[in-house]
């Protein structure tokens, strides 16, 4: 049997008008909300070791297409987004939209980083991107809270601790003059949790977040992508599922897979294959879900996410990036600007390499980066 021909994505102008779309009405709003369709985005290469440029390079070479959206993590004192992350943002032929994930500090409670533990570092890194990066881009605040809540009254790591801190961290920003960060509130995902009595205090609020996210994951117990944003248990008759909910908490707010992704089934080694398909057949279902990023890993805490693992699954995967629904809207181009010498702000040196490039050979380093959610 000859092998499928894969498309690459078309412009987005040709995108919108095999959608039935003008495609001077396919925009971009000031809260990175596209008008058209849905951000297709990767989290890639997690935990093999390879500094971001190389592994973003690798997975838009194996995706054949480039990511409108790269999701990276950062913690504690780290300065963000560093002078890669910034090249991967302006790259002249294919911008791309940065998700930066932070946790602001792993030794201090959420109440002492909401009473002011680490303002100083609030302070730096404000402005580290006032300096640097004045495009828009997508921050989310300790994601997946809901893990590290601990009920009792004095741990300092409440759900209500979290709200506090994310404002704290939130308005911090805003008053040291950082106004380009369009705000994530990230949730695990996981019925048991959100069944919790304390869920629903982890909200920080309306004025601090601007998008809602969920990171699920496809184990066993998912069958399709219908299952995978409405998991429901029978332990947890209350729980309507992710994106019900979210429907109902949050009508006016787009909702983003910040992480997602699909583990192994040695016992099925089509699985894969027929859970991106049922992506492909079903996203049009859920049209507040404007963001879909990958979690591409070999060693994810749970199992192997990545896309291509079998010959059926990256065709598949292939298949769902070229979908015109993730390609309609064109992502923002970067603003340019210059410091008081003339050139630009926060650019690379010329002499770096371009993102996009063939994939180098692999290489077996210890690998450090997030947890991929519960499910």
């Avoid at 690459?8 to 001077?24: C, M, N, Q, Y």
């Avoid at 300092?156 to 994310?166: L, N, P, Q, R, S």
């Avoid at 993730?326 to 702000?345: C, K, L, Q």
Wanted: with cysteine; proline share 11%.
């Amino acid at each position: 049997m000859p092998e499928e021909r894969l498309e690459r994505p078309r412009p987005s102008g040709e995108v919108a008008g095999a959608l039935g779309i003008d495609s001077t009405a396919c925009e971009v709003t000031a809260k990175l909300i596209p008008s058209c369709g849905a951000w297709w985005g990767i989290a890639p290469e997690v935990f093999t070791g390879r500094k971001p440029r190389r592994a973003l390079a690798s997975a838009e070479q194996r995706m054949r297409r480039g990511a409108a959206v790269m999701h990276v993590y950062h913690r504690d004192g780290e300065l963000f987004p560093t002078r890669q992350e910034r090249a991967i943002a302006r790259d002249p032929h294919r911008p791309r939209m940065l998700l930066i994930n932070w946790k602001p500090s792993r030794t201090h409670t959420w109440a002492e980083i909401a009473a002011g533990a680490v303002d100083d570092r609030i302070d730096r890194l404000a402005q580290h991107i006032r300096r640097t990066f004045p495009e828009r881009f997508f921050l989310t605040v300790h994601h997946e809270p809901e893990d590290d809540v601990r009920p009792g009254r004095r741990s300092g790591m409440t759900a209500g601790d979290y709200a506090a801190m994310y404002r704290h961290v939130v308005l911090r920003l805003r008053e040291k003059g950082v106004h380009n960060a369009v705000t994530v509130m990230t949730y695990m995902g996981a019925p048991n949790l959100a069944s919790a009595p304390w869920f629903e205090r982890l909200y920080p609020g309306d004025d601090v977040v601007d998008w809602v996210a969920l990171d699920p994951y496809a184990d066993h117990r998912v069958r399709d992508f219908d299952d995978l944003i409405n998991k429901v248990r029978p332990e947890y008759p209350e729980w309507p599922g992710f994106y019900r909910w979210m429907q109902r908490r949050f009508p006016g707010k787009p909702i983003m897979l910040a992480e997602w992704g699909v583990f192994e089934r040695p016992d099925d080694p089509g699985y894969k294959r027929r859970f991106f398909d049922s992506v492909r057949a079903k996203i049009r279902n859920y049209p507040q879900i404007k963001a879909l990023i990958y979690f591409d890993s070999p060693h994810a805490p749970r199992g192997d996410t990545r896309f291509d693992a079998t010959p059926g699954a990256a065709r598949a995967f292939v298949r769902l990036g070229a979908d015109p629904y993730f390609n309609a809207t064109p992502v923002p181009r970067p603003r340019r600007f210059t410091s008081g010498s003339g050139r630009e702000a926060g650019a690379d040196h010329p002499s770096d390499p371009p993102v996009f490039e063939p994939p180098p050979e692999p290489r077996r380093e210890p690998a450090s980066g997030p947890a991929a959610g519960s499910g």
